[in-house]
């Protein structure tokens, strides 16, 4: 749980939410997660997922759990795929199987390209440039 999530738990605990954080703490730090209930675990393990939907009713699910380093990326590009894209996959199938109907994905402005003008406009469609592994992994499961 970092920077983005830290945000939206502090705006979700002030609307009176209660959030349960699932992290394995690959790229985050525990101390981080400031409230709320905490759940280690990975998304790639299916039994932690399953446990978990099974211990909380879910009203909806924010997916924050991505690899985002655009060097390592290109080093170990299976690590996003992995990651990125299987990660994501199994996270939907839980929230298909535990009926929960409401996701936001948090994916990255890179799916709308190098703008052509600023402020840019999400209406302008997806202009996503082959060859960065980090951008395309997480735009495929943003289609
Ligand atoms: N940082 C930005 O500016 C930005 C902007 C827009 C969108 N995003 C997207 O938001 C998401 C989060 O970004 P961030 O900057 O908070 O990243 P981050 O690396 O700080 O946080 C990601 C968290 O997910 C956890 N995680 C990673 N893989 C996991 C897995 N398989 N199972 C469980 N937990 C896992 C990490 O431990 C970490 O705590 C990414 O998908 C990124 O593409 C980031």
């Known amino acids: 749980m970092q920077v983005l999530s830290v945000c939206t738990w502090w705006l ?3 609307l009176g939410h209660v959030v349960v954080t699932f992290d394995d703490l690959s790229a985050g730090f525990r101390n ?3 409230g709320g209930i905490f759940v280690q675990g990975s998304l790639h393990d299916k039994a932690a997922l399953s446990e978990l939907f ?8 924010v997916h924050f759990a991505g690899s985002i380093a655009v060097g390592e ?4 590009p299976a690590k ?14 839980a929230v298909r199987e535990h009926d929960v109907n409401k996701i936001v994905f948090s994916s990255t402005a890179a799916i709308f390209g190098v703008p052509q ?3 840019m406009f999400v209406f302008a469609g997806f202009r996503v440039k082959p ?3 980090v951008v395309t992994t ?3 499961p943003d289609r």
């Open 73 to 76: 990326s290109v080093r170990d």
């Open 32 to 34: 981080a997660v400031l």
């Open 117 to 119: 003008y600023v402020p």
């Open 131 to 133: 060859g960065k592994t």
């Open 54 to 61: 099974g211990s909380h009713q879910f009203d909806a699910v």
């Open 12 to 14: 979700l605990d002030e």
């Open 80 to 93: 996003y795929y992995q990651n990125n894209l299987t990660g994501t996959l199994y996270l939907l199938d």
């Open 138 to 140: 997480v735009c495929v």
